[in-house]
């Protein structure tokens, strides 16, 4: 039977297996192409917090769901059977709720992370969960080891707006196949992607009640408590570096463990023996995907200062035919900013810009025609140095920072002059001068010469306070794993 996923009468909330409004009631979401309002989620107040972490702590404990991989393996492929069988309508929320441009829907923004759900549930089947270590002989004692690896229980997992499913499910992905039990917080800017997976989990599979929780709240704090509660044994976050502090702090008081996605600010490198058009072009271009709201996205532009006027009319040229449009449109790139206050934000830095004394050579404005929503147009800043705060600090809108350098040395200087370290792009011909710069640069994920490392299989993450561990692959399944090694005599 086919499942509303946009419930009109905002039961978003999924606890111990049931769908409800909770206690407080619903909240507003809005379409942010047009400011219209979209519809109803429900508005979790912290009983229910409580609720969902003390049915997954119960699911975790008084199950055989950590102790039965092929089970989760069963009942994940229900999970992405079920979101399969409702992408048309999964697209139309994503787009309507997130401003994901339609043509990414049809990759990471929706059907990407749905196929890669089999990648998970393919490991929880063929993951090494016991491995026997030589005989050793410890203090005179001849002893066999074996090294279990088991869920670490329950997960709160606390997620941002922008690339909703592929977060949700990389994490929950992941999380149940190694056998942890789960409590989702969405954004609450994108809380009806979130209850998709609810719905589908409740309705379309056999995931046990408890197992696997999502709570929308139009409170951040909500969120807090997954990372203080004490019955909750790992928090997975996704979100802002100063959001990730502050869950990192609240999770001290019962030492759990916390893994964090952050923020980025991360850096395009073009060498000098660089085709400098092509690659001028292409930042220009992947910095206005999705208005620019990516954490791995590169919006510091480094070109040689020998080439420095060409590389700048190039990325002029590109950036302003790209306009803003309707996420709906198929040939849309750069749709909506999520917000109001995200709008206010990324225009604040535009404005700083020129305080500061920058040159906004393209954009700076709101496309014309586009009154209502939430649009700023692609965005070129030049005339900065790497040490100004639009330089330094993450925007998270379609705004370019570019900056000129002198010899491959300081481009990897001024690449890791920034408290970030997330992705980043290296554009050149000689290898060896790519491998030194590709060495230099301290980042968790780097792509040469247009190379993609997004994948499943590949594990992403950040260097310094761009985050802690990593999503995806074997690395991103084993953050939900803890590690016991049991010593018999030999
Ligand atoms: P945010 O930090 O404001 O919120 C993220 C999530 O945390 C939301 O669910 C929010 O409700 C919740 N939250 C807010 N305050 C909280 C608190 N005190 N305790 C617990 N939870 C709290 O981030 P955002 O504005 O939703 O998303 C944009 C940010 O996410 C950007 O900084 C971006 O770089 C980052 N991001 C990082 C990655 C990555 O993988 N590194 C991916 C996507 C987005």
């Not at 419930?7 to 297996?17: F, H, K, Q």
């Not at 393996?73 to 994901?100: D, K, V």
């Not at 449109?329 to 225009?347: F, H, K, M, N």
């Not at 408290?419 to 640069?441: A, F």
Request: aromatic residues 6%; contains cysteine; proline residues 6%.
């Amino acid at each position: 039977m086919p499942s509303n996923l946009r419930p009109d009468d905002g039961c978003t909330l999924l606890i111990d297996g049931k769908l409800s409004k909770g206690s407080g009631g619903v909240f507003a979401t809005g379409n942010p192409a047009t400011g219209e309002h979209l519809g109803w989620a429900a508005d979790a107040r912290t009983e229910d917090m409580a609720a969902a972490i003390a049915a997954a702590r119960t699911a975790f404990d008084d199950t055989g769901w950590s102790t039965d991989p092929a089970f989760r393996a069963r009942c994940l492929r229900q999970l992405r059977e079920a979101l399969r069988e409702h992408i048309e309508e999964l697209r139309e929320i994503t787009i309507a709720e997130a401003g994901a441009p339609r043509m990414l829907t049809a990759g990471p923004h929706l059907e990407g992370p749905v196929h890669d759900l089999g990648f998970f549930a393919d490991l929880a089947e063929s993951y090494s969960w016991r491995t026997d270590l030589p005989i050793a002989e410890p203090m005179g004692m001849r002893t066999r080891r074996q090294l279990r690896r088991e869920a670490v229980g329950v997960v709160g997992a606390i997620t941002p707006w922008n690339f909703p499913h592929q977060i949700n499910l990389a994490k929950v992905g992941p999380a149940l196949a190694a056998g942890n039990t789960v409590v989702l917080k969405p954004a609450p800017d994108t809380p009806w992607c979130a209850a998709a997976l609810g719905i589908l989990a409740a309705e379309h599979t056999d995931i046990p009640p408890g197992v696997f929780n999502v709570v929308t709240a139009a409170d951040h704090l909500i969120g807090a408590q997954l990372a203080e509660d004490q019955r909750v044994d790992l928090v997975s976050f996704t979100g802002s570096t100063a959001t990730g502090r502050s869950v990192m702090a609240a999770a001290a008081g019962t030492v759990k463990k916390v893994f964090l996605e952050l923020g980025g600010k991360s850096a395009f490198v073009v060498l000098d023996d660089a085709d400098i058009a092509a690659a001028c072009a292409m930042a220009a271009f992947s910095v206005c995907v999705h208005a620019g709201q990516g954490c791995a996205l590169s919006t510091r532009l480094l070109v040689p200062r020998s080439a420095y006027d060409r590389a700048l009319e190039v990325t002029a040229a590109t950036m302003s035919g790209i306009r803003a449009g309707d996420p709906a449109d198929r040939r849309t790139v750069c749709g909506p900013l999520i917000s109001a206050r995200q709008r206010d934000r990324v225009e604040s830095y535009i404005a700083l810009a020129r305080r500061e004394g920058g040159e906004v050579v393209i954009g700076g404005g709101r496309p014309a025609g586009r009154d209502e929503g939430f649009f700023v147009e692609p965005t070129l800043i030049a005339g900065l140095p790497n040490q100004s705060r639009v330089a330094q600090e993450e925007i998270f809108g379609p705004v370019l920072v570019i900056l000129p350098y002198d010899g491959d040395d300081e481009a990897i200087r001024i690449a890791n002059d920034s408290p970030y370290g997330l992705s980043g792009s290296v554009w050149g011909t000689d290898p060896e001068r790519i491998d030194k710069v590709v060495s230099g640069i301290r980042t968790g994920t780097l792509g040469v010469n247009g190379g993609t490392w997004y994948s499943v299989d590949a594990p992403f993450g950040g260097y310094k306070q761009s985050g802690i561990g990593r999503e995806m692959g074997v690395a991103g399944f084993e953050e939900y794993l803890e590690t016991k090694l049991v010593a018999y005599p030999a």
